[in-house]
């Protein structure tokens, strides 16, 4: 039994003493029980184990930027990432990000904890510019070397081997890139990602609705999930927003000016993208 454990017991204990009532008792083991039952909520899950290479700047047989999607899965609150940089062909880490984890226990591992302990220290002084991503678009651009049309979520310029927990950059898709700025060594990055996921959190993936601003403007529509209540929200030129609802029908509407719109019931887990429909002259929006 942990100290937090203790603490609840001993209160539980005494306050019973006090009041002699066991309906107190009772509501007090309750509440006991259902912070155990939170705390053993909380688990450690593969997100991915990969190694991606990036080439050096001299290099004629390949690029020197890469980047790769992970899925986070469903209820993660945040995610523990292990960067280990490598020479070529050289990448080894020994024990996995997932299995010293695991050793702590998911019950009692928190965000605000440094994991700098598990950064891998390989003595080589290899490094890249490493980038989180949180939709589609910056990281084709990155990939792309379209400087000066993607932005990223989290930029780590000139990093080696390192450890981090974090709440940010959050979704259901997220991109991490890669940029070797060295002139003779190729690098292989081996990326590791776990997710801490809250079992007792209610699920907000159960139907998905992916909305892709296809224009070089950016745009303002309105869903709504009762076609009475609408909420307007907008969305950059060339950027997608995935939007996820326990309800099975969402309402879509653009206004092109005060008197042209375009209404629609989106179908749960389908991809739309928002169009000029040059025959009507408005905005519209279409499955892609």
């Known amino acids: 039994m942990s100290c937090l454990y203790l603490e609840v017991a001993c209160y539980c204990e005494i306050y019973f003493a006090k009041s002699k009532e066991m309906k107190t008792f009772k509501l007090c083991i309750i509440s006991l029980t259902l912070l155990v039952k939170n705390i053993a909520a909380q688990e450690v899950v593969q997100v991915t184990d990969e190694t991606i290479t990036v080439n050096s700047t001299t290099s004629v047989s390949g690029y020197t930027r890469n980047t790769t999607k992970v899925t986070l899965p469903e209820k993660t609150i945040g995610y523990i990432y292990r960067l280990s940089v490598f020479s070529k062909g050289n ?44 939709n589609t678009y910056d990281a084709d651009n990155f990939y792309a070397k379209k400087d000066g049309n993607w932005n990223a979520c989290k930029s780590m310029p000139n990093r080696a081997s390192c450890c981090f927990a974090t709440s940010d950059c959050m979704g259901k ?17 081996k990326l590791e990602i776990v997710a801490i996921v809250d079992a007792s959190l209610k699920t907000d993936y159960k139907y998905s609705y992916t909305i892709n601003n ?8 309105s869903l709504s ?35 042209k719109f375009v209404m629609y019931k989106l179908t749960p887990n389908e991809r739309y993208k928002i169009i000029w429909n040059t025959i009507a002259g408005k905005w519209d929006i279409v499955h892609f």
């Open 91 to 134: 990448a080894s880490v020994g024990s996995s990000l997932l299995s010293l984890l695991q050793k702590m226990g998911g019950a009692n591992i928190s965000l605000a904890s440094s994991f700098a302990q598990f950064a891998i220290n390989n003595n080589d002084n290899n490094s890249v510019d490493a980038y989180i991503f949180t």
């Open 173 to 189: 898709e997220l991109f991490f890139g890669f940029r070797n700025n060295n002139i003779m060594k190729g690098l292989d990055v």
């Open 225 to 259: 999930l009762d076609n009475v209540n609408w909420q307007q929200t907008s969305l950059r030129s060339g950027y997608q927003q995935i939007y996820s609802f326990e309800q099975k029908e969402i309402y879509f509407k653009i206004y092109t000016d005060n008197f």
């Open 214 to 221: 296809s224009t070089d403007k950016e745009l303002k529509y």
